[in-house]
């Protein structure tokens, strides 16, 4: 316990962290240089030349595999020759003006719909038909009916202009003028119900006149375009062509080696840390060395004479007891500190005291 203890000095980052690049680039060669191993392959192999940090690969075919890629080479070769030539073909066929086909709706749905010509006379023909069949019958009911009524009233006394025969046959025509004209009325119902029929049958006939020449045009439009674009895309077709398609050699890949790096900075912090706690312990003992001793000075013993706790120890002389003398320091003395002169507590068991630090005192006043 000599002097003032210092703690471990921290290890220098520039230096750790120099160690620790050189580690990981150490750690990245070696990984490299074990990942990079030759190949052999049925269809050519694979080796590596080292040119210090950076490495060449090199693919070397099998005769077999050398001459389909020297094929293929030639084949898309004679492809993009191909296409070139055409390219003039191509502009001829953008030189002309491309107009496609129009749609004519007039003629697909028969031209602007003339009601009065598809449909007739809804007046002059389809009703005047129509009124002819609903009254015939009335005429020869009501003619009937007029020659039962006057025999009746003729019958009965009453004679042509009397007012009694008058108001009957006034009534009697009443009633056959409304028999007319619910007669009438059926007839334009019966009229327009036919017309209507007739209005939903052309225009049926002409929506599947539209729908029929709609798809007509979409063919003819489709084949058009297809007349215009065919040589472009076959022109297309033998530029794509002429690009190699060859794949190179594939040998698999075989289980690559992942090494870690070493943790420099991390060994050294450890290290240092250890050291630090090692320091720290020993403060702690000295720390607690000393409050004892300065509990046993408070309590007025003579003085520790526990070998443990001296050092630099040499003889003195042996007194007319028997007792042998020494010459010491504490361990907590300074170096350059004078030597103190007593005894050992081992050579006088009589006049030693165990004290409650765990150390032998010697009370000087029993030797």
């Given at each position: 316990m000599g002097g003032k203890s210092r703690p471990p000095a921290p290890p220098d980052p520039n230096v750790v962290a120099n160690a620790q690049t050189q580690s990981n680039l150490a750690t990245a060669r070696n990984e490299a240089t074990i990942n990079r191993y030759d190949q052999n392959t049925p269809w050519g192999n694979v080796s590596w030349t080292n040119n210090g940090d950076r490495w060449t690969q090199n693919t070397n075919l099998s005769p077999n595999q050398?001459?389909?890629?020297?094929?293929?080479?030639?084949?898309?070769?004679?492809?993009?020759?191909?296409?070139?030539?055409?390219?003039?073909t191509v502009g001829s066929i953008l030189g002309q003006n491309y107009n496609p086909r129009r749609f004519d709706m007039n003629a697909a749905t028969g031209g602007q719909l003339d009601l009065s010509s598809a449909l007739g006379d809804f007046r002059g023909d389809i009703e005047g038909r129509t009124r002819e069949l609903m009254t015939r019958g009335l005429d020869q009911q009501f003619g009937?009916?007029?020659?039962?009524?006057?025999?009746?009233?003729?019958?009965?006394?009453?004679?042509?202009?009397?007012?009694?025969?008058?108001?009957?046959?006034?009534?009697?025509?009443?009633?056959?003028?409304?028999?007319?004209?619910?007669?009438?009325?059926?007839?334009?119902?019966?009229?327009?119900?036919?017309?209507?029929?007739?209005?939903?049958?052309?225009?049926?006939?002409?929506?599947?006149?539209?729908?029929?020449?709609?798809?007509?045009?979409?063919?003819?439009?489709?084949?058009?375009?297809?007349?215009?674009?065919?040589?472009?895309?076959?022109?297309?077709?033998?530029?794509?062509?002429?690009?190699?398609?060859?794949?190179?050699?594939?040998?698999?890949?075989?289980?690559?080696?992942?090494?870690?790096?070493?943790?420099?900075?991390?060994?050294q912090q450890n290290a240092y840390g250890n050291r630090f706690g090692a320091w720290q312990q020993q403060q702690q003992g000295r720390n607690a060395l000393l409050g004892s001793l300065a509990n046993l000075g408070a309590a007025g013993m003579t003085a520790f004479s526990d070998p443990r706790l001296k050092r630099d120890v040499e003889y003195a002389h042996t007194d007319a007891n028997g007792v042998p003398w020494w010459r010491y320091r504490y361990k907590w003395d300074a170096d350059d500190a004078p030597k103190r002169l007593g005894v050992m507590a081992d050579d006088v068991p009589h006049a030693r005291i165990m004290t409650a630090s765990g150390f032998w005192a010697v009370d000087y006043g029993r030797l």
């Open positions: 050398q001459q389909l890629l020297s094929q293929e080479e030639q084949n898309s070769l004679g492809l993009g020759q191909l296409a070139g030539d055409q390219i003039n009937r009916a007029e020659e039962s009524l006057r025999s009746r009233l003729a019958n009965q006394g009453i004679n042509a202009g009397a007012d009694a025969f008058g108001a009957e046959l006034q009534s009697f025509n009443e009633g056959r003028g409304d028999a007319y004209a619910n007669a009438e009325l059926a007839a334009r119902d019966f009229a327009l119900g036919e017309r209507g029929q007739h209005m939903g049958e052309l225009l049926t006939q002409r929506g599947t006149n539209l729908s029929e020449a709609l798809q007509g045009y979409q063919l003819d439009d489709r084949a058009d375009f297809q007349q215009r674009t065919q040589p472009l895309n076959e022109i297309i077709g033998l530029m794509n062509g002429s690009q190699i398609g060859y794949q190179p050699v594939n040998p698999g890949q075989g289980a690559n080696v992942n090494i870690s790096p070493t943790d420099i900075a991390g060994i």
